[in-house]
């Protein structure tokens, strides 16, 4: 039996359900037993070409002119973008244009679709189907995790009696809250990417319609939608909450009872790199060196250099006394200078995840942002000036800023330019920064928001909620002079790294507060900015000599 017709459903003639019919009309698509050809002759309504089954879809269809009804397109213009008959082309319009045959057209659009089709369906539909596959397992150890985050919170509860009810209610609500938070966060990527799905599916069910048709029109008409589902949907990026227990103390019970670490949702950006294996992102443990070394000094020539921020691992931006910022590359070629759109002294500088520089404007109150080497103002501050600021990894910007009555200084976060957090004050409503304008900010790899107090000479860490972590004041075994932190940066190990002015070195301290070690052998003198590099190269800013200094230290 030919193996054609072996499948389940028998193929059947669409006029009289004939079984097997041996012949079909290519410009209508109908299958047709014998009997019945003649019947669909008949219907003068429409053109018929009929041919045996074996030979369907080899008639080339030739769609309508939509200028002349009675005439068939046989011809495509390249330069109009469409399908000509006879008369459209002994026409003025087309004159002198290039015509190609509706074969070499079909041919042509074959091949593209082709290639959509292909990779439609074996890359991007199974790396939509994964995705949606990798947030139902995540879905299904929700449960169990924040299960054992309540029955944690519970058991201690009941050791504690009747007094801290409050307590352990007050945490099973922030559990469900949390639970509820990161499941509706991963519904909802679910709906977006099965959504999705369902487009894919339906474009490949289109494009293999046409695949199997010779219709001009439809070919002719395609529109390629690859694209668009090459940009992969965002994935969401979850840091689960964890119950940490304090051993019992009934006049802290509050404190001690144990802390609900926040839950931390993130949104980490696919590229179309289907076709390479994906990197690990993840950082390998790094020692600190026994004796750091310098790598290498750049000659800025400011008076007064005061920041360095990492563009790339070959290239940095500086600012110091001057209204112009600098680029240089590590071998100190000076690439670009960039005067303020104010023409004051830029207050601090960074720069963004998408190699944009920003800078504030203390005197004009402003943030502003370089980009596409048009200078623009994002943001104007009233009653308040602003100084630092960091480019966070989720593209927030944080902004340190002093009070016009220098009373005051708080950190904001702009997401969108827009002000969405205000971090000022302790649990007990005390405040976290001195009314200095003198402060650098930098967000560490734990999304813990770190802040060089000059005047108040300590380092002080807040989470990402803008509660009060620790403040780290100076290690007693530097005894030249007072801390006098200045500059601020943090490293892939999530240590945090702080330019100690007066005592000529850098502390390195843990995630923690713990303090690690001292940089204090590779001739600095009045350290003032830092930044780092992806390798973890330590650049140092020295204001009075205007030279930048590159360090290996892990």
């Known amino acids: 039996m030919d193996p054609r017709y072996s499948a389940q459903d028998v193929l059947r003639c669409d006029l009289c359900d004939t079984p097997v019919p041996p012949m079909y009309c290519d410009l209508c698509e109908v299958k047709l037993c014998k009997a019945c050809v003649g019947e669909h002759l008949s219907d003068l309504s429409n053109e018929h070409k009929v041919v045996p089954f074996i030979k369907r879809g080899s008639t080339v269809r030739h769609p309508k002119c939509s200028k002349h009804a009675d005439n068939q397109c046989e011809l495509y213009c390249q330069e109009c973008d469409t399908s000509v008959c006879a008369i459209c082309i002994s026409s003025n319009s087309h004159k002198g244009h290039t015509f190609l045959t509706a074969l070499e057209i079909l041919n042509f659009k074959r091949k593209a679709i ?8 074996t890359l991007l539909h199974p790396k939509y189907e994964q995705l949606a596959s990798e947030i139902k397992r995540e879905k299904s150890g929700l449960e169990t995790h924040y299960s054992k985050l309540t029955t944690t919170a519970t058991q201690l509860g009941e050791v504690w009696h009747r007094q801290v009810d409050v307590i352990v209610n007050r945490r099973k609500s922030n559990i469900d809250e949390m639970k509820s938070k990161h499941l509706d966060v991963l519904t909802k990527q679910e709906d977006d990417i099965t959504h999705i799905i369902s487009e894919l599916k339906q474009t490949i069910r289109d494009l293999r319609r046409i695949l199997d048709s010779n219709d001009v029109s439809l070919a002719s008409s395609y529109k390629s939608r690859n694209s668009e589902f090459r940009a992969l949907p965002s994935t969401v990026k979850v840091t689960l909450p964890s119950f940490s227990p304090h051993e019992n103390d009934t006049e802290r019970l509050d ?25 690990d992102s993840s950082h390998p443990v790094k020692a600190l060196l026994d004796e750091p070394q310098l790598i290498t000094t750049i000659e800025t020539g400011y008076n007064g250099l005061r920041s360095v921020t990492c563009l790339n691992d070959e290239e940095i931006w500086t600012r110091g006394e001057s209204k112009f910022m600098k680029l240089y590359d590590i071998r100190g070629k000076l690439l670009k200078s960039s005067k303020s759109k104010s023409g004051n002294s830029p207050e601090d500088i960074d720069v963004t995840s998408d190699g944009e520089l920003v800078y504030t404007d203390r005197e004009a109150r402003t943030v502003n942002i370089v980009k596409n080497k048009q200078m623009k103002e994002v943001i104007r ?11 966070t990894s989720s593209g927030d910007l944080l902004v340190t800023m002093v009070s016009d009555d220098i009373e005051q200084s708080k950190v904001v976060r702009y997401s969108g330019f827009k002000e969405t957090q ?38 002080v860490v807040v989470n990402q909620a803008g509660q009060l972590r620790y403040k780290y004041t100076g290690h007693i075994s530097k005894s030249k002079g007072p801390f006098c932190p200045y500059g601020i940066t943090t490293d892939s190990q999530s240590q945090i790294l702080t330019a100690d002015y007066y005592n000529d070195c850098i502390h390195i301290l843990d995630q923690d507060g713990q303090f690690l070690r001292y940089i204090d052998n590779c001739g600095l003198h009045g350290p003032w900015g830092l930044c780092v590099d992806e390798r973890d190269n330590l650049f140092v800013a020295e204001f009075n000599s205007g030279k930048v200094k590159k360090i290996r230290y892990l």
């Open 255 to 279: 404190e001690l009872f144990g802390s609900l670490s926040a839950l931390s949702i993130t949104t980490e950006e696919h590229g179309y790199t289907l076709r390479t294996p994906e990197c």
């Open 422 to 459: 205000v971090i000022q004050f302790d649990d007990q409503g005390r405040p976290l920064y001195s009314s200095d304008h003198l402060k650098y900010i930098s967000e560490n790899r734990n999304l813990d928001i770190c802040v060089a107090d000059n005047m108040a000479k300590e380092v």
């Open 381 to 391: 501050l009233q009653e308040w000036k602003p100084n630092s600021i960091c480019s």
């Open 114 to 121: 082709e290639k959509d089709f292909k990779e439609l369906q």
